[in-house]
Structure formats: C-alpha cells, structure tokens
C-alpha cells in the first residue's frame, strides 16, 4: 500500500474527549488542511455511543473515495476507528488527545494537533500489530477486575477536577483503598496454563507502557506478541506498593507479579457468565470465556515521514 498524498481525509473527532477544547482542535484542523489544499470531511460525534456508527461510515466513505480514516480524540476514540479500520485495507491517521497518548507516542506521533495533521501530510505507512478480546480491538492494552474499577475511579476524577496525570494518580491512590475482590481465573495461553486468585489481569500491547511501569518483556512485543500481567492474591498495602514501582518503572521487580508473553491466550471463570473489562480505558461488559488473541490483519497506521516530525518519549 502506498500513499500519493492526494488521499482526502474522513476525520471522526469526537468533541467529547480529550484536555482540549473542541472547537480549538476543530479550528486548527480546517486551517492547517485549508492551507494545504487537502481535501478532507469533518465527523463529528460527541458522545462515545455515536463513535461505532460515525467510524463505519468514515470507511465506507474512505473505501468509495480511495480515502484514509483519521480518528481525533482520546484512547476510546482511536480504539473504536481502529475496530472498523482493521482488515478494510485502509490507511490510518491519528490525532491524539487523550492523557497519556501511549500508542500515538509509540510511533512519533505528536499530541500537539497541527504537528499530528503535519505528519497526515506528508505520513508514510507504518502496519502494526493489534491485540483483539473476544474479537473486540486493543491498541495499548486490556484488563478485568482491579484495573477496570481504577478507570471508571479516574474517569470520575477527572469529570470533577480535570485532566492530567496528578488528578489520575490521586484518584488510584483512592482507589486502592477500598476492599477489592480476587479473582479466580484459569489461564491457558500458548506456552501452557496458570491457576491464579488475583484482582486483576492487564494484557499489554504497548511497548512505552510496558517500559514506563517496568515490565521487561519489550522483545515479546516486539516479535508481536501480547504481554499477560497479573499478580498474586494481594492486600492495601500490597497494592500501593505494587502502584509505587510502577511509578518508578520496576513493577516487574516485585515478587508478586507474574508477567508472560503469547500469541493467544483464553482465561475461565468457573461459573461466571459475564465480566466488566476494559479496552483502552473504555469500559465493556463481555461474555465468558473470555480470549485474547494478536490480530491477524495489522493496523496500516499512517506516521511521519519526516523524522524531525516524531515526537521524542
């Protein structure tokens, strides 16, 4: 797949998301594109709900037009236009704004809008692999029990006192001391199974993140590969212990926590039917048993040709 820089854009922004204002993103979208010539359509949602219908209609336009995808918003948002982008064979820009930017950063590209719509101009095309939950697409990463509850925590945070990693830090201080509950989850994956009682099961596919709390499986991603991380029956202060590495990048020092890498990866619950989990910090409930697989079709993102363009992390 090529690009000859001609390709109109269909740009789903959703003007709910992201630290800032809608109409400042919007603005600096029509005026950096207008300048260029470039052909482009707005489509804007505001509300999560609108995403998977706006994103279809983003690639049906894309495909009639020979045109590339672009989702602009937070980690929700570029996850639900990569559900409908992958395996369509269509190019995929981003424009991040969400807090910690983890798969836009992975790969140069900046959280600053016009530097993004920059490298849109002139991009080339870069595949990258996907994880994919019971068929549901993950960009950074996936997780059940403690870690979903941590999101919803933040996100309420966040509602009040606005966005940024203190707010995101003080609510998981919060969070953490509550009473959770363990899970007991069976893991069968590529290179065997595990018995674990546990609060949570976080699936990695992000090699920034992974370096960012200290977790050393950057050659399973590389190859990849998803990275399993869960730990040990645990109390409060095991908890905040356990948050405390990863603030210092040695997670994957603490004797408690089990991390693997896999290609595939199918985790039972016994009797239970259902589960609440989270994708890229959007929260869904899924039926069990519950399955974790690297895509077989990898996403055509679209990054900066230019080095001087890419974002340094």
Known sequence: MTLTGDEP???VLNTGSGRHAAGEVEQTIRDVLGNAGRQFELMPVNSGRQLP??????VARARAEQGVVVAAGGDGTLNAVSQAVLGSGLPFGILPQGTFNYFGRTYGISQDTGTALACLLDAVIQPVPVGLLNEHVFLVNASLGLYPTLLEDREAWKQRFGRSRLVALWAALATLMRAHRQLDLVLDYTEGQQRVRTPTLVVGNNALQLEHIGIDHLDDIAQGRLVAMTARELGTLDLY???LRGLLSS???????ITFGFDSMTV?????RRIKVAMDGEIIWLRTPLVFRVAPDRLPLLVPRDPALRERV
């Open 9 to 11: 854009l269909f740009i």
């Open 53 to 58: 219908s706006t994103a279809q209609r983003a």
């Open 241 to 243: 212990g356990l948050l």
């Open 251 to 257: 997670m994957g020092e603490a004797e408690n926590v």
């Open 268 to 272: 039972r619950f016994g009797r239970r």
